[in-house]
């Protein structure tokens, strides 16, 4: 008998909880950004939620200067989150979950030096073996360790690592294999007592009921470790999305650390968010890379089946396309009170449709607006011609037919038409060989303002 056919929804129709958890250790880069972005896309595009986690247990690196910054640039983008924590405020939850694997036997100590296990780890790969750690601690009786500790040596302890299959149906990279006997035992706990970033990581996934982790694919064997440190505490672990790194334009890798092609340094550059979002949301898919002006275009665009498995690489140049082409799609509400903040209250809806197509960011607008109220200093390439203009400009008011109607009695009045008329007439008006549309500009400009320029005077 053939199967029933059945309907599947197009889209995963559970709402998704994800995270974003950036470590406080530098700005965040367009990497980073492209995570959050992605996580972000996911939880709306599922009708979910978002949180932000500050993986901050690493005080020697990371600063509350950066974790500002973090949320403030996320906020920036428009990634607004749902749910707020720290994991420095957590600490007690990771030590409850460290005793509950000392219980069960699954977290040892060790007293291996690191030059202890350099050796180690050298003279296994020197017979062409993995270098896992070969698990003498285990051996240790309690005199044993007793011993170890009156001389004073502290120990660093390990999750063991159970054999067989460790599997997951990876969002983006499909099927992933692990068997639990490849994987080192991974130290969760440092010698000074500090638990490394895992074990919050697993609690943290656990306790907020995240469905789906979203991360870098820098985290895929970390993440074989994590489902067993996830069962080793009751607690099923969420599905996966490992997405591709993305590499600067030469290739390289990005770190936050060494302060790699910032969110902040672009936005410096005067990059709308849009522009940003336009391209890291569709960098590495199957979609083409095309201005969008809402986060929600995209998340409605979003699927993890269009994702790759290459490397992306960022290029600056395409994002100032992109930004350009977003200005220029731009709606005048959009922009109001950014043109206001910079000194262009002026700037109404009809002189932003003027201006907005002339912009590669928007402060540019500030220029070509000084082009409209001047001063202006005229250029005077045909004296008789602007005299000829001055002499057939028509009365205000001014609109859109303005300019078509005016050269079209300059031309008839001197025989002067095409380029060699419209360049006269726009260096006059302007001072510049290019910029917005005369038929635009001109009512901005203004009667007495026009006639003073084709006299020849700043004004
Ligand atoms: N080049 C990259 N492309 C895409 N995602 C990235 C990139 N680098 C890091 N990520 C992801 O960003 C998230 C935050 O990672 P993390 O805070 O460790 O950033 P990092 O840049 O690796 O930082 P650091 O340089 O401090 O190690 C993780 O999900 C990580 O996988």
Known sequence: MSQPMIALPATDPTPIVTRFAPSPTGLLHVGNVRTALVCWLAA????????????????????????AAIEQDLLWLGLGWDGFSRQSDRTGRYQAALDRLKQSGRLYPCYETAEELELKRKSLLARGLPPLYDRAALALTDADRARLEAEGHRPHWRFRMADGPVEWQDKVRGRVHFEGRDISDPVLVREDGRALYHIGSVVDDAEMGITLVVRGEDHVANTAMHIQLAEALGAVPPSYAHTSLIADAEGHGLSKRLGSLSLRSLRGEGIEPMAVASLLAKLGTSDPIEPRLSLGQLAA?????KFSRTTPRFDPAELQRLNSRILHETPYAAVRDRLAALGLGAVDEAAWAVLRPNLQRLDDAAGWWRVVTGPVGPVVADAALLEAAAAVLPPEPWGDATWGEWTAAVRDRTGIKGKPLFLTLRLALTGLDHGPELRGLLPLIGRERVAARLAGRAA
């Not at 665009?301 to 089946?305: K, L, N, Q, R």
């Open 44 to 67: 709306r595009a599922s009708g979910g939620r978002f949180l932000l986690r500050l993986d901050d247990t690493d005080t020697e690196r990371g600063s509350a200067e950066f974790a």
């Open 301 to 305: 665009e979003f699927d993890f089946a």
